[in-house]
């Protein structure tokens, strides 16, 4: 069964640091990882969505890597500021067989302070 | 294009009921899921669909029964609502690289 693991659970940076956040997960045979932010009390908004056969993405001041073969993500935000301030949540989407399923990590609620 | 919708946004069951959470796409996009998000468990896959008329469960499905007729609607429904089913729900649609988009969520209560 595939776990998806994200480290801190909790992070908090002044304002114009940059910062990497952590997601690692336990089958290497992922179609497609996907980042996620999430608002209080809102749903959803995908940010980068990097596919098996890629290394990056980027957008913006986000860049997402994915070393499949070790089964890690990263990604990184430069020049945080306090509107990144949210839970940010990694997924990994398996296509195999009949089966399409996506599963998430736990988040990493960030806090950008002014 | 109004993306993934979900109704209602907030919903309060007595245990015992039952009601249809409607979710609505217009991206024309054949797979559409069926998630849960409680505190301390994530978001965790209910049910999931690859295209009209075929479903399959995922990693909580007991309590809940979905069917595609079309490919814009994959309606959820709670046949005898328990307090364990207390939860937000989150509809999902994806693209052909499985890309997913997310609908509003419904909060939904269950006394």
């Known amino acids: 069964k595939q776990e998806v693991t994200q480290i801190p659970a909790a992070l908090s940076v002044p304002e114009g640091e940059n910062l990497v956040l952590n997601c690692s997960f336990t089958?290497?045979?992922?179609?497609?990882l996907q980042w996620f932010r999430q608002d209080p009390g809102k749903g959803l908004t995908s940010l980068l969505l990097i596919q098996s056969s890629q290394r990056e993405q980027t957008s913006g001041r986000l860049n997402a890597s994915l070393d499949k073969s070790s089964g890690r993500s990263t990604l990184y935000i430069a020049a945080s500021q306090p509107g990144d301030s949210a839970t940010y949540l990694c997924?990994?989407?398996?296509?195999?067989?009949?089966?399409?399923?996506?599963?998430f990590g736990s988040g990493t609620q960030l806090t950008v302070l002014p | 294009n109004a993306g993934v919708t979900q109704t209602p946004k907030f919903q309060v069951l007595k245990t015992g009921q039952s009601m249809t959470l409607q979710c609505a796409q217009d991206?024309?996009?054949?797979?559409m899921s069926w998630y849960r998000q409680d505190p301390g468990m994530g978001l965790r896959l209910i049910h999931y669909s690859v295209g009209a008329g075929i479903t399959d469960q995922g990693e909580v499905p007991n309590g809940y029964n979905v069917s595609r007729s079309t490919t814009e609607d994959f309606p959820l429904r709670l046949l005898s609502a328990a307090p364990s089913q207390t939860s937000v729900y989150f509809c999902?649609?994806?693209?052909?690289?499985?890309?997913?988009?997310f609908g509003p969520g419904t909060r939904l209560t269950v006394t």
């Open positions: 999902a649609s994806s693209s052909s690289v499985y890309e997913q988009y």
């Open positions: 997924a990994v989407f398996i296509s195999s067989g009949s089966a399409r399923q996506l599963t």
């Open positions: 089958d290497s045979a992922i179609y497609n």
């Open positions: 991206m024309n996009h054949e797979y």
